[in-house]
């Protein structure tokens, strides 16, 4: 009973963000270069995630956000990302119609079969998007091959195809701004990640492991 009352308070305690001693003495915190690290695999493993925008000032939603599911794929050493635009999506247009071509892009591990989602990590990407209209047929390439590595089933849609539905442009996502969520904050981090750690993580991506910690909040009885 102690047991589970001290879990719930600990769940809530988490879910707000706060810190407190683990129940068990062996467990450690997640660290900032660890979620740099595991963020970026997040980001590589993971080949959906929710683009954030907002309704530029022409609409009658000025202001306004919008959110939903786009595809990305990391081309990128220092964590930029690769995207494909259409002009017939929603989110192309508040991105194309506002002028600093803000968007968050946020990452989150499945859920299904876990006790607890709210103790999977997640990251939001916050940056701006530039089109890439002016790039040679060798940079559209090396930008295809990679994409289509990651979304084999874009090949319909590629930007220059012209058996293509749409219209399509590449573009890429800079990254100026972090906020990772690595589950429940006692044995996870929460908050910002510089975006040069993050930049410089790219090398350790390569081994692909997740790096935590064998014991995770969602294994306990709450
Ligand atoms: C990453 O590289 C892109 C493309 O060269 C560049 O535009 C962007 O500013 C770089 N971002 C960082 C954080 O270095
Ligand atoms: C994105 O932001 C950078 C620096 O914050 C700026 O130099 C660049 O012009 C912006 N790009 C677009 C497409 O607005």
């Not at 690769?82 to 247009?93: A, K």
């Not at 040069?196 to 997740?210: I, M, N, Q, R, T």
Request: one cysteine or more.
């Amino acid at each position: 009973m102690l047991v589970k009352s001290l879990s719930i308070l600990l769940t809530l305690t988490s879910v707000l963000g706060l810190t407190l001693p683990s129940l068990d003495p062996s467990s450690r915190r997640e660290t900032l270069a660890e979620a740099a690290h595991n963020a970026r695999v997040l980001v590589k493993d993971l080949k959906t995630g929710t683009m954030a925008s907002v309704y530029p000032d022409s609409t009658d939603f000025a202001g306004r956000p919008f959110a939903m599911m786009e595809y990305h794929a990391p081309c990128y050493s220092n964590g930029s990302l690769t995207l494909i635009l259409m002009p017939i999506s929603r989110s192309t247009q508040n991105i194309f119609q506002n002028p600093g071509h803000h968007v968050a892009y946020t990452v989150s591990m499945p859920t299904e079969g876990v006790r607890s989602p709210m103790s999977r990590g997640r990251v939001a990407l916050m940056g701006n998007v530039t089109t890439l209209r002016d790039i040679s047929t060798s940079q559209a390439e090396k930008l295809s091959k990679c994409y289509t590595s990651y979304h084999p089933d874009s090949k319909y849609w590629l930007p220059g195809n012209e058996d293509s539905p749409h219209t399509s442009y590449w573009a890429r996502l800079d990254i100026d701004r972090i906020y990772y969520v690595g589950g429940f904050g006692d044995v996870h981090y929460i908050g910002p990640i510089p975006v040069d750690l993050y930049a410089k993580s790219e090398h350790e991506v390569h081994d692909e492991e997740y790096k935590f910690l064998e014991k995770d909040l969602d294994q306990m009885v709450f």
